[in-house]
Antibody, heavy 117, light 107 residues
């Protein structure tokens, strides 16, 4: 069965960095488009970043452009999100998700990122 | 950016009754619309894509309709496990955007 397991969240000070990872299994990762979505506490969902199967196409939300970098390692079935210059408003649960045609058919359980001094 | 607006914010429904949730897009998204269900402490789960196609394993009591800017998710007979928050999402134009959610609560 499809599994997506995020890791790397935690408490970080404003201006700091974190690298999130997502380990994928149960499907052909190298053929799949992937995304990161976040949800601030008690709030709605925000699409953060998208990467095509080969990594050749990448999109970012304006709110994270220039600070976050999405990447993938198809040999390791892994997705990453490097987050730099973190702000309080980046505090959220970050989900990795498998995309299919624009919709998200499988989600991980999420990892909490808290940005606070 | 396409703004997705869901209504109502909260819907109080008795078990066994029908629930009708609305989602409006600020510009046409054709049928490039998905619906998700989220329970407390859990990740969202895909219910509907292409505005009306049920995802694998989703019960037939869930149905989606609409195109362009107006969409509806209908739950024909609410079961106890259906009380949750529901989000719509457009994937017609990047950035993909979500509605703010409709909470379906027990009346």
């Amino acid at each position: 069965q499809v599994q997506l397991v995020e890791s790397g969240g935690g408490l970080v000070k404003p201006g700091g960095s974190l690298r999130l990872s997502c380990a994928a299994s149960g499907f052909t990762f190298s053929d799949s488009y992937m995304s990161w979505i976040r949800q601030a506490p008690g709030k709605g969902l925000e699409w953060v970043s998208y990467i095509s199967s080969s990594g050749s196409t990448i999109f970012y939300a304006d709110s994270v452009k220039g600070r976050f970098t999405i990447s993938r390692d198809n040999a390791k079935n892994s997705l990453y999100l490097q987050m730099n210059s973190l702000r309080a408003e980046d505090t959220a649960v970050y989900y990795c998700a498998k995309e299919r045609g624009g919709w998200l058919d499988y989600w991980g359980q999420g990892t909490l990122v808290t940005v606070s001094s | 950016e396409i703004v997705m607006t869901q209504s109502p914010a909260t819907l109080s429904v008795s078990p066994g009754e029908r629930a009708t949730l609305s989602c409006r897009a600020s510009q046409s998204v054709s049928t490039n619309l998905a619906w998700y269900q989220q329970k407390p402490g859990q990740a969202p789960r895909l219910l509907i894509y292409g505005a009306s196609t049920r995802a694998a394993g989703i019960p037939a009591r869930f149905s989606g309709s609409g195109s362009g800017t107006e969409f509806t998710l209908t739950i024909s007979s609410l079961q106890s496990e259906d009380f949750a928050v529901y989000f719509c999402q457009q994937y017609d134009n990047w950035p993909w955007t979500f509605g703010q959610g409709t909470k379906v609560e027990i009346k």
